[in-house]
């Protein structure tokens, strides 16, 4: 049989796109859908879903693709994925399911993402009756008045996951959310050119059509407590929070101006699109110079995001080497061809400024690589007497995010990890309270999307028989 090459992503010109903000990667045409989808050979012990904390049944939606039956396709993998579109576009598929593919062996998986992508984007370009018909619901025969409620703090993909699945089944779950806009660090943190906010929305709305009913704006703690929800009727609560306090080095000079958590550049960037000023009024006070702090998927965006602010140069200042960058190869690959420059084994020490309180420059010290720490990277080790300094005239810090501190303080009794995390049990989110559950990065810290919408998709079970066990 004739071998078919694995089908490369069309994607935008590197010099046209750090002028815009609009979609990187641009999908695969049918055709290379169909021909991608022909490389699977439909394993009788599928590898790749093991690797998927879903369980998206791989090969049966790759099937139907190349079958070119893409509406049997959208609904096998919408049985177990309530967000394909985002996903497909975000998800670390080479650390996850592709890793696992039996091809990959031979260094080319199936691309399982792209494919993902591809058949959401499909059932997208149909008609939104189609879109609601195509969703499976399970709604139990109960009476639909009486149905039991259940809360979701926090609208990010655990929340979400974990409200779809319950609502599939036929409970009445209303997520709070204490931003304006409903979908967490895919809303707030990704960028428009990675993830466009349109596909975000659309999926959203899928979750609304299952019944999900979002109400934006009310800081579960301080507008409603978790007490209050109880005593509304809510019977159970789900808590999805994430992870989104900022952390810093705690080094001298960190206060100075143009020095920006990753958060707060990427929220301001991203939710108040400041990339559209003045058109929207939110600036940011960017130089030409910018150096972010980390190699993880915010860095990338922080540093890309900047490019197309208007930075001349972009570093990525980094204690490893480019082999333990956390951020997927996708990313690290598009920052560089975009001109991102990497600045490898060096580790800042103090920020510089001038008078007026403005970042200058940064002294660092050279960093060699030394025996593996808890994490199995090798452990980056300063080198004696090689400090250095050079000048920038922004920083954007993106070396890792703490549990949202807020709504577990409230909750009297909750057990708490030493990071702020909320402890619960890996199979069931189930926490030291009857009746509370939690899961994605309020959690586990900061982590990935389909990780967090795992642990949505597990506590949505754990509820459904809890509420079973209260023989309501
Ligand atoms: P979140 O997405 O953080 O959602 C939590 C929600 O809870 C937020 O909307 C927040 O406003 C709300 N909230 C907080 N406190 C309260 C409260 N008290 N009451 C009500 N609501 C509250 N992962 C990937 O897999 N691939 C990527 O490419 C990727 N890129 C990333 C890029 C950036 C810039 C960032 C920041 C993260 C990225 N991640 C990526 C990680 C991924 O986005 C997170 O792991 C995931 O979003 C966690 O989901 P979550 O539902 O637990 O929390
Ligand atoms: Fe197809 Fe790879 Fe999964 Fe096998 S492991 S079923 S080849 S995607």
Known sequence: MEK??????????????????????????????????????????????????????IPGFIKKIAEKNFAEAIKILKNKNNLPAICGRVCPQETQCEIKCVLAKKGEPVAIGRLERFAADWEIEQSSEFRVQSSEKKLRTMNYELRTKIAVAGSGPAGLTCAADLAKIGYDVTIFESLHETGGVLMYGIPEFRLPKKTV?????????????????????????????????????????????????????????????????????????????????????IGKRVAVIGAGNVAMDAARVSLRLGADEVLIVYRRTEKEMPARLEEIENAKEEGVKLHLLTAPIRFIGDENNNVTGMECLKMELGEPDSSGRRRPVPIKNSEFKFDVDTVVMAIGQSPNPLLPKTIQGLQVGKHGNIITDEKTGATSIAGIFAGGDIATGASTIIEAMGAGKRASRAIDEYIKNLKI
Request: charged share 25%.
């Open 201 to 285: 929305k659309i999926e959203i709305d899928y979750i609304k059509s299952l019944g999900v009913n979002i109400k934006t704006n009310i800081l579960v703690g301080k507008t409603k407590t978790v007490q209050e929800l109880f005593d509304e009727g809510f019977k159970a609560i789900f808590v999805g929070t994430g992870a989104g306090l900022p952390q810093f080095l705690g080094i001298p000079g960190e206060n100075l101006n143009r020095i920006y958590s990753a958060n707060e550049f990427l929220t301001r960037a991203n939710l108040m699109k400041a990339y559209k000023f003045p058109e929207y009024d939110t600036p940011i006070d």
């Open 4 to 57: 078919i090459p694995r089908q490369k992503m069309p994607v935008q010109d590197a010099k046209e796109r750090i002028k815009n903000f609009s979609s990187v990667a641009l999908g695969y045409s049918e055709e290379q859908a169909v021909l991608e989808a022909r490389r699977c050979i439909q394993c009788k012990k599928p590898a790749c879903i093991g690797g998927c904390p879903v369980e998206v049944d």
